[in-house]
């Protein structure tokens, strides 16, 4: 494949790490760089050894890049996305990529209008184990799905919290964990299953000192009646981290990055009908079940995105399936906030009032 240019906007993150690898393929070309921190970027730029550019203005004009990677902080994310691609860049932008849905839609729009492609940094869809796991509800398997449950804890202290003053507030963050930790987890959730039909969550600050939730706990349901539980936080530590599927034939669950399948044989969902037991003992079996390729880094993205910018594959998260998780993080944070279930899709008018709301009363 021919090398592409890329350029990078929000160059003094601490992620920029994470996409060095693929920053560093033989398809992509680096070309210039841009942070709104002249002294850290400039600095970056040297260590990178190409050109600063003192805005992104001036950047997409005089770079001409193919491919614009942004890491700027994510309140920032739909502005910027949406002049690269009017520029008539392609974007790749990190996670998440909007704080509210309605920005997200007009990222998509952008990305439409200008014939470009949007992609989002959601890496761990290509991940062996999440690829085993989709390959086996696809194949049925697991039979109705019924539930899925996940649990995961991001432990934060308040040094984070204070770290750049904008963590932990409305106004520059977005949110607390369902917009800084929790994207990834609540991706895969709708990466897997599509969003819920509805939801009902509690977003809680139970243990640090900052104006946003560091717990959210939530029940979602599915339009095809499967239910589902989710609890995420920066406030706890020391505990498994758990992604269970059940279906009416077994389930799958990876506890603290360990793949198992429990298989029910026959289909329980066939016993409960035709057993002449009213309690039936039931034998469940342990499966080998091994992860698929997958490196579930950054690097696999932008293989994707370069492949699907010259051969048309598909992206593996697009503008419009990783807005998904999105909208579900805003609809758990109105359903707190309005203390009621919440449809989806979700009513953009009402979470944007709610957001301007929070935001106005932001320190």
């Given amino acids: 494949m021919a090398t592409l240019r890329h350029a990078i906007i929000g160059v003094g993150a601490s992620i920029l790490g994470g996409h060095r690898p693929g920053l560093e393929l033989d398809t992509a070309e680096l070309v210039g760089v841009t942070d709104v921190n002249q002294e ?41 996305t949406i002049d690269a691609l009017d520029a008539g860049a392609h974007v790749l932008v990190e996670k998440p990529m909007a704080v509210r849905a309605s920005e997200a839609d007009a990222m998509v729009e952008a990305a439409e209008r200008n014939g470009k492609l949007l992609a989002i940094n959601f890496q761990h869809r290509t991940r062996g184990d999440i690829r085993a796991i989709q390959q086996l509800i696809q194949s049925g398997e697991l039979g109705k799905l019924q539930h899925v449950d996940m649990v995961a804890a991001w432990p934060r202290t308040a040094k984070y919290y204070a770290g750049g003053g904008w963590r932990g507030t409305w106004k520059g963050e977005g949110g607390g964990v369902l ?75 990876i506890i603290d990055s360990e793949l198992t399948h429990r298989r ?13 037991e009213a309690m039936p003992k039931l034998s469940a079996d342990d499966v080998a079940i091994k992860p698929l390729d997958g490196e579930g880094n950054h690097r696999e993205i932008y293989r994707n995105l370069h492949d699907a910018i010259q051969n048309g594959t598909a992206l593996v998260a697009d503008g419009a399936s990783g807005r998904q998780s999105l909208e579900l993080a805003n609809a758990l944070i109105l359903s707190s ?27």
């Avoid at 203005?57 to 001409?64: D, I, Q, S, Y």
């Avoid at 029910?264 to 002449?276: G, H, R, W």
């Avoid at 906030?337 to 935001?359: C, I, M, N, W």
């Fill in 40 to 80: 850290i970027g400039s600095a970056r730029a040297e260590e990178l050894g190409v050109p600063f550019f003192a805005d992104h203005h001036a950047l997409l004009a005089e770079a001409k890049p193919d491919v614009v990677v942004i890491l700027a902080p994510h309140p920032f994310h739909a502005s910027l």
């Fill in 179 to 253: 917009m800084n930790q929790a994207p990834h987890n609540l991706d895969l959730i709708c990466h897997l299953f599509g969003l819920p039909a509805r939801v009902f969550a509690w977003t809680r600050t139970v243990l640090h000192n900052i104006e946003t939730e560091d717990t959210v706990h939530a029940i979602c349901e599915w339009p095809n009646g499967m239910l589902g539980s989710l609890h995420i936080t920066t406030a706890e530590a020391g505990r498994s981290e758990r992604f269970e599927i059940v279906g009416s034939a077994g389930s799958v669950q």
């Fill in 337 to 363: 906030h309005t203390g009621a279930p919440v449809e989806l899709p979700l009513s953009r008018q009402a979470y944007d009032e709610l957001f301007s709301k929070l935001a106005g009363q932001s320190a």
């Fill in 264 to 276: 029910l044989s026959p289909d329980f969902a066939e016993i409960a009908k035709t057993s002449d």
